[in-house]
């Protein structure tokens, strides 16, 4: 039903219906724009939350590496400490000055062995209290952002309850405008619409100029245009063209400024006074 009605259209019924979806729509915006720019700001919260929860879990993997690298310099030092004993314990059974050197050289790299992994273990401890200042900084910065989070949802959720029913509501009627629109002329306007800046994608004509880019309308093109014969658009950018009394809009006409007529005094008019 609605396919047929859209062919029977006359062109100024389509521009009529064309102007009324533009400011259906221009409504919608208008309601978005009060939330501004709420949503981004919610989910620039979100997604730096899931980085901040992101890093924590990394950083407690390494504390946890470290630990474990601690855990084990810790038992390469017993093993290190067991062999050193028994070194020790052998020099006194040591036959000859060969046995002597080589028991003498394990006991100082076992020594070394033991004075690295004090070293690697320090190092580890030092890591880890380091790593744990950062995960408390981090958390500190995730209770922060998440105080931001619940305060910018509470602000977003308030303006989307008092904008929501007017929002539905502007929605059914845009979707009930573009059932009686012809679908080429449609595709167009939605097209003409996404590429304006300002969300226009039908204009009426103004002070001799196009609505939309303010660009002068040459005359016999604002003629074709009140005439309603087949759709224009602007020249300079794309916009489609509606006459302001197919609009609805009543176009206040400037007055141009009467200009004084002035006499000048003859000059015998002064002769005859001095007479």
Sequence with gaps: MAKKETKDLTV?????????LQVTLSAIDEKRALRGELPNEVQDLEDELEGLNTRVERIENEIAEFKNAVVQKQGEIKDAQASLER????LDDVK???EYDTLSKEIEFQSLEIELCNKKIKEGNEKVEQRTKDIEKTKFEIEDRKKALEEKRDELNKIMQETREEEAQLKDKAATLEERIDPRLLDSFKRIRKGAHNGLGIVYVQRDACGGCFNKIPPQRQLDIKMHKKVIVCEYC???LIDPELAGVKVETEEKPKRKRTTRKKKTDDAATEA
């Design 238 to 240: 794309g916009r489609i």
């Design 96 to 98: 000859n000055n060969r």
């Design 87 to 90: 070194y020790k314990k052998q």
């Design 12 to 20: 100024e019924e389509k521009l009529k219906l064309l102007y009324q």
